[in-house]
């Protein structure tokens, strides 16, 4: 098989996305020596808009639409992203081909004052960006108030520091890639903050017209995380999973089990549908199909339909 001898990598503008970047970069200069690897700083419309909520503004999809600009005029090869942004509806000629092995996939508490969500007092301000995290926040300590935060890590932490909120939820995996784990106070498990499908991974996209550069990226992707994140996926895309949708799914494998937690909830937390299904590795998409029928028998498509179709005012 021939060997690149250059490519370029579509990376957004912030400092976690460069850090995913030159991950990546030097992964590939390791595996591929004579090769010249760079990066492509782009600015996405996610990145630009920030006094709304993501799902006010378009979804997930903002923040990769520049990067497969740049795929399609050829300026870059490849795109790296965290893949709990990459839309589970990608369309040619775009595929995600490589997954890389999942860092930690937890949210994390982050506070100057409290240790915990449940040291907050009544009214406390929580910041979350995830429709996702405030359900669950909301079902479990509906005492607290829970209001949007948006930008990128630095900013999300200012606005903590300014004293706008009590405590801020963020994905772990991002704090301590930027070697920032001393800001997490506590580590919310699994059973009490659901992660969302893909989190703490990152994802590698590229044109599907491009076999000869699958192959070269095929040794960066991690079979038991993709498997994972197969499943995953599986439910936000029967699910029509977007930041419009409170959706979690998590897997994990234990040998060759793969064990997969969903759930659909209101916003509010007022109502949280769950279901668990397990079965061999090699089933991965169909458990995560299996669990997306789950949710729905139990009464997601209830939820779901409100959410898309919200009453006129």
Known sequence: ???????????????????????VRDRLRALYPACSVELLTLTTRGDQILDRTLSKVGGKGLFVKELETALLD???DLAVH????????????????????RADPRDAFVSGQFASLADLPAGAVVGTSSLRR?????????????????????????KLDRGEYAAIVLAAAGLQRLGMASRIRSLLE???????AGQGALGIEIRDNRPELRNWL???????????????????????GSCQVPLAAYAQLQGDVLTLRALVA???????????????????????????????????????????DPPAS
């Open 266 to 308: 209101q916003p509010d937390g007022t109502r949280v549908i769950r279901c668990q299904h397990a079965g061999p590795v090699e089933q991965a998409l169909a458990i995560g199909q299996a669990a997306a029928q789950d949710l729905l028998a139990n009464g997601a498509d209830a939820i779901l339909t409100q959410l898309q």
């Open 218 to 240: 095929a040794p960066l992707a991690c079979a038991d995380t993709t498997a994972c994140v197969v499943a995953e996926r599986a439910v936000s895309q029967l699910l029509g």
């Open 1 to 23: 098989m021939s060997t690149p001898q250059r490519l370029v990598i579509a990376t957004r503008a912030s400092r976690l996305a460069l850090w995913q970047a030159e991950h």
């Open 74 to 76: 050829g300026r870059a």
């Open 82 to 101: 965290s893949l709990k942004d990459v839309p589970v509806d990608l369309q040619a000629p775009f595929e995600l081909c490589a997954v890389l092995e």
């Open 190 to 196: 699994p059973e009490d903050s659901l992660p969302a």
């Open 134 to 158: 405030e359900s669950q926040i909301r079902e479990r300590y509906p005492h607290l108030t829970v209001k949007p935060l948006r930008g990128n890590l630095d900013t999300r932490l200012a």
